[in-house]
C-alpha cells in the first residue's frame, strides 16, 4: 500500500502554505490566528546563513513578513525534548539579523514564533495553545516585541478542546485538518473553501509521482538512519556482555590456577585458550 502524506509533514505543509502563488490557506489560517485581516505576505527566504565554516547550513520551515510582523512557524510532527532549543536557534538567528539592519535596533515590529506541534510530553493536559514569553514572574518583559505560541495539535485534533470563542473554534478546525486521513478526502459534508482547498492540495501532491519519490526517499534514508542507530546499540550491548563473560571466565581460570588445577581442565571448565590461561600465571 503507498503511503499517504498529509500536512502533518512538513514538506506537505511547506508545499502547501508556503506557496506564494496561492496564499489564500495561509492567509485564512493567519486572520484566525492573529485575529486581523492579513494583507501583505512577503516570503523570506527560509534558509539562515551560516556564520563560520564549521556551523551547519539551517532551513526553517517557514519565515515571511505579514502586516509588518515577522513571523517564523515550524511544524513539528514529533516532538522531542530538543524541538524547542533548535526552533529558538532558528528564530533567535532571524530575530538578530533583523533588528540589526539599519544604523538602530528595529524595536517597532513584532516577532512572532508559532509551533505547530504533535507529540508533546502530557499533551492532554496541557492547553490548546501555549503563550510562552521572556518575563520576570511579577510580568516584567525582557523584550517586548517578541511572542512565542505552541499549538498543542494532539489536543486540537482530536477536538478535546473546550472554548465558546468562534474564531478559536475555526482555528482548531482547520488545524486538526493538517492530520487528516486518507480516506476523508473524499467526504466533503461540511467542507468550506478552507477545507476543500486543502483536501485538493493534499490530494494533488500525493498524485504528484516525483514529489512523492522525494518523501518516498526521505523516508526510506531516516528508516535507515534508525535501523544503523538501532544496530549500533545492539552491537554495543552484545560488545558489553562478551566483554563481561570473559572478565567472569578469566576470573574462574585465576582461581582455578590458585588451585593447581590442570590447564586442560580449565580450558574445558572457561572456553580460554591455553594461551590465554598461561598468560595469566
Not at 512538513?10 to 495561509?26: E, G, N, R, S
Not at 508559532?114 to 510580568?139: F, G, M, P, R
Not at 525582557?142 to 473546550?162: A, G, Q, R, W
Request: hydrophobic share 35%; glycine share 2%.
Amino acid at each position: 500500500m503507498e503511503k499517504f502524506y498529509n500536512a502533518r509533514n512538513d514538506k506537505v505543509f511547506k508545499a502547501i502554505f508556503a506557496d506564494p502563488a496561492d496564499t489564500f490557506l495561509l492567509e485564512t489560517l493567519l486572520n484566525l490566528t492573529f485575529n486581523t485581516e492579513v494583507k501583505d505576505i512577503r516570503f523570506d527566504n527560509p534558509e539562515l546563513l551560516k556564520r563560520n565554516v564549521i556551523e551547519r547550513a539551517k532551513t526553517c520551515d517557514f519565515v515571511a513578513h505579514i502586516n509588518g510582523k515577522l513571523v517564523h512557524i515550524e511544524l513539528n510532527s514529533e516532538t522531542k525534548n530538543w524541538i524547542h532549543l533548535r526552533n529558538l536557534n532558528f528564530f533567535s538567528t532571524l530575530y538578530s539579523k533583523d533588528t540589526e539592519v539599519g544604523q538602530k535596533y528595529n524595536i517597532a515590529s513584532e516577532f512572532y514564533h508559532i509551533d505547530y506541534s504533535y507529540e508533546l510530553t502530557n499533551a492532554s493536559k496541557l492547553d490548546c495553545v501555549l503563550n510562552y514569553s521572556l518575563q520576570t514572574d511579577n510580568h516584567i518583559k525582557y523584550v517586548n516585541n517578541i511572542h512565542f505560541i505552541e499549538y498543542n495539535m494532539d489536543k486540537i485534533t482530536k477536538k478535546c478542546y473546550n472554548t465558546n470563542d468562534e474564531r478559536e473554534k475555526q482555528l482548531y478546525y482547520y488545524l486538526s485538518k493538517f492530520d487528516i486521513k486518507e480516506e476523508e478526502l473524499e467526504i466533503e459534508k461540511e467542507d468550506d473553501a478552507f477545507v476543500k482547498k486543502l483536501k485538493n492540495k493534499i490530494k494533488k501532491l500525493n498524485q504528484d509521482k516525483e514529489f512523492v519519490s522525494f518523501l518516498s526517499r526521505e523516508d526510506d534514508i531516516k528508516f535507515q538512519m534508525n535501523t544503523m542507530k538501532y544496530e549500533g546499540q545492539l552491537e554495543g550491548k552484545l560488545e558489553g556482555i562478551n566483554e563481561g563473560k570473559t572478565v567472569e571466565k578469566i576470573e574462574i581460570a585465576k582461581k582455578l590456577l590458585q588451585k593447581k588445577i590442570d590447564i586442560d581442565v580449565i580450558m574445558e571448565a572457561t572456553g580460554l585458550s591455553k594461551e590465554e590461561i598461561e598468560n595469566l600465571q
